[in-house]
């Protein structure tokens, strides 16, 4: 690459101003279909922090535009020399674009995605350097468009992996130091806090290019948005306090509140988006991590003998009436699913792309509104082009990035780098105590007690066939519970249920994510005939998708056949059951404790007397069983509270196994509790795949000790 002059540079920065991306179309031999996401967790996020309304903003994309201006003028009259362009920069002059088109074929929306990244990858680099560094000495992008979760290709029809990150500062990053180096005091450490705290920056919802998807496009945000219904009235939540502030002025150099000059004052006084609140936020509303614990507490159980204690769950209820998702049009779906990513992510702008079409939209947090704008024709975009637009794009986003977070209190907006606390080894606990015959007694007194409360809690609750389920942990809080059906009991249309005849469970946490699902912990509350009431903490498996489900059946048929055989250091499948108004499916089944992963962080462990025996004895009753489990890794092992150890997470077991089979996985059991197994980062194994991170059901895609070896008995 030839030396540019500043004027030179000046004039190919221009050029990529007016630059549009070429033109996309679908390989003809392919046919990506969107499957519509679920609304289903939607439906549950607390009542502030849900969608009210859609406006479109004709105006958004000429602003987008104002932002770039603003800049240049700024590098005008600072009479800023722009970093000289060397080789190994990526500075998109209109030579390196020619060489860099993507002509791959596009098949679905991932290749939609790759194609797009050309783009992102020149208006990153050009945005970050002339907002950020531009007295830096080379041209280098502190923001980034890539990859920030694995799932690529389980859906044609859409792709939602990628988004717009801010990269992380690394001290000594030879590459990228320079350009951090060049950015002011305050500036910089802001850029850091959101580094550490908060680096997605944007979402992209990316489809394949198809007349539906296009269609889609053309009318997203033109019919409001329907408020939501309380389905069952009851004790109405508390709302959760996770409001993150909204920038106060908009990038294009308009204060955020004169868009909203109508507004109620219900909404101007609240914590409803500090950019239009009286006063700023005393401490950071950021969701806490806390919020979604990793491992919540063991089985526990009680009895009381009074329905008063039951609060909530003392009335009959009626079945409401089905409305389905099929109904909701698809356009609402995808507004609702994506504001969900949003409030997840905490991000601020949600971009819309197929390729040919696009939108571009803002969140605003205290008026719960969604801005979108105008629809944009990708290959044919003037005034501005392409280009220019989203050059404007990262620039409001990087703008919209720093404002909220200079509202945070700095103490709370910095990631605080703790000592890390030693675990405690609840194993190694467990083996220190003395093993006297008192002791041993008590112990197996104990056992007949727990065992006895967990068949009187599982046969009562394996009575109900409706399930009442309801959300309260980080941004999730119920105002209208799902209500869910046992599966495979037949339809008699009954429609209202005793108190004694539906569970009430409300999940408090989120455990995994896996190849079944989403993995939650829960508390699940029923009433007897009697009138007792049953507590216990629970896990819940979410399936949304075909081929989830039809894991998650297979792995409660095998809870099943393992009940029916008295096998024990199993959980105990309380019931399966499908959602009166979706497709979700949901398992629910007895918490097991901490698995073994979470209780040795070391790579390497031994497990001792007695567990490492009772362990061989559980697999030894599974295979009898007629049971081999085919995925044992440490996540798949936990211990609860009182040392009680169990095998967990059933959706590849097999049933009939062969000898061979059986004795090979516990030869796999024997060297895992021996100390000699090989976690996946360390050494390439065909044990277990390298995205899986904790236990029930967090791999993706799990192999187990001889799936791709010999599968049948030499």
């Given at each position: 690459m030839h030396q540019f002059s500043h004027d030179q540079i000046l004039d190919e920065i221009h050029k990529l101003f007016d630059w549009n991306p070429p033109s996309l179309s679908l390989d003809l031999s392919t046919h990506p279909k969107l499957n519509a996401p679920s609304c289903f967790y939607y439906d549950h996020l607390d009542d502030k922090l849900s969608l009210k309304e859609t406006i479109l903003m004709p105006a958004l994309t000429p602003n987008l535009s104002a932002t770039v201006d603003r800049i240049m003028k700024t590098i005008k009259d600072h009479k800023t020399i722009l970093p000289p362009v060397s080789v190994g920069d990526m500075f998109p002059s209109t030579e390196y674009r020619k060489a860099h088109i993507y002509d791959e074929p596009i098949t679905d929306a991932y290749s939609v995605a790759e194609a797009y990244e050309t783009t992102a990858r020149h208006c990153a680099l050009v945005a970050s350097t002339l907002l950020l560094s531009p007295n830096s000495p080379n041209w280098r992008s502190l923001i980034k468009w890539d990859e920030i979760e694995l799932g690529a290709g389980t859906n044609p029809g859409l792709d939602e992996t990628h988004a717009l990150q801010l990269k992380e500062h690394v001290k000594d990053d030879v590459i990228n130091g320079q350009a951090w180096n060049?950015?002011?005091?305050?500036?910089?450490?802001?850029?850091?806090?959101?580094?550490?705290?908060?680096?997605?920056?944007?979402?992209?919802?990316?489809?394949?290019?198809?007349?539906?998807?296009?269609?889609?496009?053309?009318?997203?945000?033109?019919?409001?948005?329907?408020?939501?219904?309380?389905?069952?009235?009851?004790?109405?939540?508390?709302?959760?306090?996770?409001?993150?502030?909204?920038?106060?002025?908009?990038?294009?150099?308009?204060?955020?509140?004169?868009?909203?000059?109508?507004?109620?004052?219900?909404?101007?006084?609240?914590?409803?988006?500090?950019?239009?609140?009286?006063?700023?936020?005393?401490?950071?509303?950021?969701?806490?991590?806390?919020?979604?614990?990793?491992?919540?507490?063991?089985?526990?159980?009680?009895?009381?003998?009074?329905?008063?204690?039951?609060?909530?769950?003392?009335?009959?209820?009626?079945?409401?009436?089905?409305?389905?998702?099929?109904?909701?049009?698809?356009?609402?779906?995808?507004?609702?699913?994506?504001?969900?990513?949003?409030?997840?992510?905490?991000?601020?702008?949600?971009?819309?792309?197929?390729?040919?079409?696009?939108?571009?939209?803002?969140?605003?947090?205290?008026?719960?509104t969604l801005h979108i704008s105008g629809l944009i024709d990708v290959a044919r975009c003037k005034y501005p082009g392409y280009g220019k637009l989203h050059i404007g794009l990262y620039m409001a986003i990087i703008y919209d990035a720093l404002d909220r977070m200079r509202q945070l209190p700095e103490e709370n907006g910095v990631t605080q780098v703790k000592k890390r606390r030693r675990k405690v080894n609840t194993l190694q606990s467990k083996v220190k105590r003395p093993r006297t015959r008192a002791l041993v007694a008590k112990l197996e007194i104990d056992e007949i007690e727990h065992e006895m409360t967990c068949d009187y809690l599982t046969k009562n609750s394996t009575r109900c066939d409706l399930l009442l389920l309801r959300l309260c942990y980080g941004i999730y809080n119920s105002s209208?519970?799902?209500?869910?059906?046992?599966?495979?009991?037949?339809?008699?249309?009954?429609?209202?249920?005793?108190?004694?005849?539906?569970?009430?469970?409300?999940?408090?946490?989120?455990?995994?994510?896996?190849?079944?699902?989403?993995?939650?912990?829960?508390?699940?509350?029923?009433?007897?005939?009697?009138?007792?009431?049953?507590?216990?903490?629970?896990?819940?498996?979410?399936?949304?998708?075909?081929?989830?489900?039809?894991?998650?059946?297979?792995?409660?048929?095998?809870?099943?056949?393992?009940?029916?055989?008295?096998?024990?250091?199993?959980?105990?499948?309380?019931?399966?059951?499908?959602?009166?108004?979706?497709?979700?499916?949901?398992?629910?089944?007895?918490?097991?404790?901490?698995?073994?992963?979470?209780?040795?962080?070391?790579?390497?462990?031994?497990?001792?007397?007695?567990?490492?025996?009772?362990?061989?004895?559980?697999?030894?009753?599974?295979?009898?069983?007629?049971?081999?489990?085919?995925?044992?890794?440490?996540?798949?092992?936990?211990?609860?509270?009182?040392?009680?150890?169990?095998?967990?997470?059933?959706?590849?077991?097999?049933?009939?196994?062969?000898?061979?089979?059986?004795?090979?996985?516990?030869?796999?059991?024997?060297?895992?509790?021996?100390?000699?197994?090989?976690?996946?980062?360390?050494?390439?194994?065909?044990?277990?795949?390298?995205?899986?991170?904790?236990?029930?059901?967090?791999?993706?895609?799990?192999?187990?000790?001889?799936?791709?070896?010999?599968?049948?008995?030499?």
């Open positions: 060049s950015i002011e005091g305050e500036t910089f450490s802001t850029l850091r806090r959101i580094s550490q705290q908060s680096p997605t920056l944007a979402l992209w919802e990316i489809f394949s290019i198809t007349p539906d998807n296009e269609g889609l496009l053309k009318i997203l945000g033109e019919s409001p948005i329907p408020s939501r219904t309380t389905v069952m009235e009851g004790i109405p939540p508390a709302s959760h306090n996770l409001h993150t502030p909204d920038a106060l002025e908009l990038p294009w150099g308009v204060s955020m509140s004169s868009l909203y000059d109508k507004v109620p004052a219900s909404i101007n006084s609240g914590v409803l988006g500090v950019g239009i609140a009286k006063d700023h936020p005393k401490r950071s509303l950021r969701f806490p991590k806390s919020a979604i614990a990793k491992n919540p507490v063991s089985l526990h159980t009680t009895l009381t003998g009074s329905k008063g204690h039951f609060e909530e769950h003392s009335r009959a209820v009626t079945l409401p009436k089905r409305t389905g998702q099929e109904k909701v049009p698809i356009s609402e779906i995808m507004l609702k699913h994506a504001w969900l990513r949003a409030v997840r992510k905490d991000s601020t702008f949600l971009i819309f792309h197929c390729g040919t079409l696009e939108r571009i939209a803002f969140r605003h947090r205290g008026s719960q209208s519970p799902s209500f869910f059906l046992r599966s495979g009991q037949p339809r008699t249309g009954k429609t209202n249920f005793r108190v004694h005849e539906y569970l009430s469970v409300t999940l408090t946490s989120e455990i995994a994510t896996g190849a079944t699902g989403v993995v939650h912990g829960a508390t699940l509350k029923f009433l007897s005939g009697k009138g007792e009431v049953g507590n216990m903490t629970v896990v819940v498996k979410f399936s949304m998708k075909p081929d989830q489900q039809k894991k998650l059946r297979h792995e409660y048929s095998v809870y099943e056949e393992l009940a029916s055989s008295h096998v024990k250091g199993v959980p105990r499948a309380i019931g399966l059951f499908e959602d009166h108004n979706s497709d979700v499916l949901a398992l629910v089944m007895t918490h097991t404790g901490t698995c073994l992963s979470d209780l040795y962080p070391e790579s390497r462990f031994v497990v001792e007397e007695p567990q490492r025996s009772s362990f061989l004895r559980v697999m030894s009753d599974i295979h009898a069983a007629g049971v081999r489990h085919r995925d044992i890794r440490p996540e798949n092992l936990t211990v609860d509270d009182d040392g009680r150890v169990y095998i967990i997470d059933f959706d590849m077991a097999e049933t009939s196994p062969t000898n061979g089979a059986k004795s090979r996985e516990v030869a796999h059991l024997t060297e895992l509790l021996d100390g000699r197994y090989l976690p996946p980062n360390e050494v390439p194994s065909e044990r277990t795949n390298p995205r899986s991170t904790s236990g029930y059901g967090s791999g993706s895609a799990r192999s187990s000790l001889d799936s791709n070896l010999v599968t049948e008995e030499e």
